[in-house]
């Protein structure tokens, strides 16, 4: 009980700095300097940028950070399922918190970047610090929501591959920036931004986000309702032990490195004496040629 208590403060802390982080990136380097970085908060900058002047309350635009968390929310409910219930709550504070600190950072800049006149140094600077913030919120298996959500149940129903559509639903914000801002500048400075933000990730965590697990318990009939209760899909191998030649069943399942801590916490929670045994899991579908 005290060491989950000590971990679950340690992953709110990871989420406070990881958040605080990448307010400094959206409110000091990226949104000043009109970049658009694909995602939630690429389209809530262009929605700022539309709204600057219409209403006498906001003469500098809507909330950046606001504006987001009205796109994450529903987002957010449309996954949750699918995240867990502590995954799904970390989220939830992480989203929160992103935008909270966005617009506080804002107000006190006065919407100006800390780099003036340099856009490609804040699109340099504002990609490196966004890598580097993602790594400390997935450090404490959580994540931001926003249009990486969207595409996962994209892909699912569509049964197209999850990166394809991220790639394609952030390149269309990135082609409303754009549009929004008629300047040919705007694209460029954000595709830099996102290749850096994706480079610092990479080096940071450069193990394959995703893991095969197999699980070797006494009782693999409760583990397998208890895990499909909690929406985690998986199969069924039938084996037998090399010494006695007993039967055993092993549950295969394909996860992210992000949701392991969650899946053995609650694996040992209904059998301590569970072995479980992981890998790093890649999915080649290029044939070889002869």
């Not at 893991?211 to 985690?232: A, N, W």
Request: net charge positive.
């Amino acid at each position: 009980m005290k060491q989950n208590v000590s971990q679950h403060l340690k992953d709110l802390g990871l989420i406070v700095v990881g958040s605080f982080i990448m307010a400094i990136a959206y409110a000091l380097f990226i949104a000043p300097s009109s970049i658009v970085p694909g995602g939630v908060y690429g389209l809530s900058i262009i929605i700022n940028h539309l709204s600057k002047g219409i209403w006498e309350s906001a003469p500098n635009g809507l909330l950046i950070g606001a504006v987001a968390l009205c796109f994450n929310i529903p987002l957010f409910f449309l996954a949750a399922r699918q995240l867990g219930r502590f995954s799904a709550y970390k989220t939830a504070i992480t989203f929160v918190l992103i935008a909270f600190f966005t617009d506080l950072i804002t107000q006190f800049s006065g919407g100006k970047p800390l780099v003036e006149d340099e856009p490609l140094l804040s699109s340099f600077y504002g990609g490196a610090i966004l890598g580097f913030s993602v790594y400390l919120i997935f450090l404490a298996q959580s994540t931001c929501a926003g249009t990486d959500t969207l595409a996962r149940v994209l892909a699912r129903k569509m049964n197209v591959k999850l990166s394809s559509l991220i790639i394609i639903i952030d390149s269309i914000i990135v082609l409303l920036g754009l549009i929004t801002f008629g300047d040919w500048r705007v694209p460029l400075y954000s595709w830099i931004t996102i290749f850096v933000y994706g480079k610092v990730v990479d080096i940071l965590q450069p193990t394959n986000p995703h893991k095969s697990v197999f699980i070797i318990s006494d009782r693999p009939t409760e583990l397998r309702d208890m895990l499909v209760k909690k929406g985690i899909r998986g199969t069924l191998l039938h084996g037998r032990g090399m010494y006695q030649g007993l039967e055993r069943e092993v549950i295969f399942i394909i996860t992210e490195r992000k949701h392991l801590p969650a899946l053995k916490r609650d694996v040992l929670g209904l059998d301590p004496r569970a072995f479980i045994t992981t890998a790093d899991a890649s999915n080649d579908t290029t044939p070889e040629l002869i």
